[in-house]
């Protein structure tokens, strides 16, 4: 049996995109494998895509990265979950956290002891039952423990970093580990004849890269998975009808908090992520129903210092790739579709693609089979995404804009609406193998948004109610003593960047 490893791979752009699959080729198979990047400086990068959730720990481990260092390189703050302000109504706000529900691993069950002590009498409010959102309320934060028996076992966080020194981080990464970049831009796609594959790009500099294996990095516009193999794109405007964002950093005022902000407003939302030498801030919106002067209006009335840079007007279309993969080419990152950054997952589905690719990586001779499973399950996790996306527009009481009674009135997706159905009726959250979210996201944004279930799951009668509450309240006593005793937020930053300086 001979070599099926493709010999040389091109990855065609940069960014995050493109230097975080460069460095998790590198990782695994730059020994064995000719890898080549090609990016223009020319082109500009989005690069509003600052927040990240909990499974990019998991890539940076699988690259070996060191955490200060990592965090020291790419001006990183700890993120606990995500604020959500005016979303159900105006006034109101609830907190989406990572990690799990209760002193011990037992999210399935804790928001349905919750409901029944609740209906019984007097409850705390469910949020002080997760350590990750009395942590972040605190502006205090901490490391999981692998110890169950810890509060700190149901802790989880992920990262602000910017995006854009991340990738030069992971440029340096990919560089030290035989990865080649090439300056240009795409000039020509030349196709095999003989069954349409990708044979070779030219650059408008005359120079030609061969390849086996295509990589697309490019972004919305797609270069060589839609312009030029025509893999087709669903457009999800009808669901998420935000088509428009402005991003702009301003100078950091006050402490680091270690959690993202969402606030909304008449026709979308604005984010505000704090780093450690800036802030982060943008506004999302729909353009059938605010202004680009509005927008702009909105998102510099909201700045908590003065802009550092110009605002950068983005227009995009929510919705994924028919193809991910076609023929000898891939494409990750926002050439295989865009979700709106509401949830943090655009830096999640980069990693995605990446890790599924690892999973269904091709021999030489690319066989159907290995593209089509990818193909299937890349599109259950964006389409899971999307629904998740979905419920925060949908689950809404607000209905003072025509935005707002669009998103509060429209027709969902069936399976959103059977997930939406099963937790009115028994508050439950069906687990599903390549579902991104946890229970606990789930039921932070139903409960958040007041969406609550018109039962709960029968089997929690089974237990004593006195034990039961007991329990509870004693979980929620450890996890508000465990959360006072974790360093400030700025302190655990100012401690981690000392090491990372006496490594460096």
């Avoid at 730059?30 to 690069?47: D, F, K, M, P, Q």
Wanted: with cysteine; glycine share 8%; hydrophobic share 45%.
């Amino acid at each position: 049996m001979s070599a099926q490893l493709p010999q040389k791979i091109l990855i065609v752009g940069g960014g995050t995109a493109g230097w975080m699959t460069a460095a998790a080729l590198a990782r695994m198979m730059a020994h064995r494998v000719e890898i080549t990047l090609v990016e223009s400086e020319a082109i500009g990068t989005v690069g509003v895509g600052e927040a990240t959730i909990p499974p990019i720990r998991s890539f940076n481990a699988m690259l070996g990265l060191d955490e200060a260092e990592f965090m020291a390189e790419t001006k990183a703050t700890y993120k606990l979950g995500i604020e959500f302000e005016n979303w159900t109504r105006e006034g109101h706000s609830y907190f989406h956290p990572f990690g799990l529900h209760g002193a011990s691993p037992d999210a399935r069950y804790i928001h349905h002891y919750w409901l029944k002590l609740k209906a019984l009498g007097d409850m705390p409010p469910l949020d002080d039952f997760s350590i990750c959102t009395v942590a972040a309320k605190m502006g205090r934060c901490g490391m999981p423990s692998a110890d169950p028996a810890s509060v700190m076992s149901t802790f989880g966080s992920a990262f602000h970093f910017d995006a854009g020194l991340y990738a030069a981080y992971l440029r340096r990464y990919a560089e030290a580990r035989r990865v080649t970049r090439v300056e240009g831009r795409v000039g020509h796609v030349a196709l095999r004849g003989e069954d349409g594959f990708i044979e070779s790009v030219t650059l408008e500099s005359g120079e030609r890269l061969d390849a086996d294996f295509f990589i697309d990095c490019s972004g919305f516009r797609g270069l060589l998975i839609e312009q030029t193999l025509g893999a087709g794109y669903d457009d999800w405007t009808r669901y998420l009808p935000c088509d428009r964002a402005i991003a702009v950093p301003c100078a950091r005022a006050g402490k680091m908090i270690p959690y993202t902000r969402s606030v909304a407003h008449r026709a979308g939302w604005r984010w505000r992520i704090p780093l450690q030498h800036r802030t982060g801030n943008g506004v999302v919106y729909a353009s059938a129903h605010m202004s680009d002067d509005e927008a702009l209006a909105t998102l510099m009335a909201g700045l908590d210092g003065d802009a550092l840079a110009e605002p950068n007007f983005l227009r995009f279309q929510t919705g994924v790739r028919r193809k991910f993969w076609v023929k000898n080419c891939l494409a990750i990152g926002l050439s295989s579709g865009f979700m709106e950054p509401l949830e943090s997952t655009s830096i999640h589905l980069i990693q995605a693609g990446i890790t599924k690719l690892l999973d269904f990586f091709p021999g030489a001779d690319f066989k159907a089979a290995n593209t089509e499973e990818y193909n299937r399950l890349a599109r259950i996790e964006f389409e899971e995404i999307r629904d998740f996306l979905i419920l925060h527009y949908k689950a809404t009481e607000r209905d003072d804009s025509a935005f707002w009674n669009y998103c509060r009135t429209m027709a969902v997706p069936e399976t959103l609406k059977r997930r939406v159905d099963l937790f009115r009726a028994y508050g439950r959250i069906p687990p599903r193998a390549y579902d991104l979210f946890t229970a606990t996201s789930w039921i932070a944004v139903f409960m958040g948004q007041d969406v609550m279930p018109e039962a709960y799951d029968p089997l929690v009668d089974a237990h004593d109610v006195a034990e039961v509450q007991a329990r509870l309240l004693g979980a929620r006593q450890r996890i508000a003593q465990t959360a006072q005793n974790l360093p400030a937020h700025d302190e655990l930053l100012t401690h981690l960047l000392a090491r990372a300086k006496r490594v460096a």
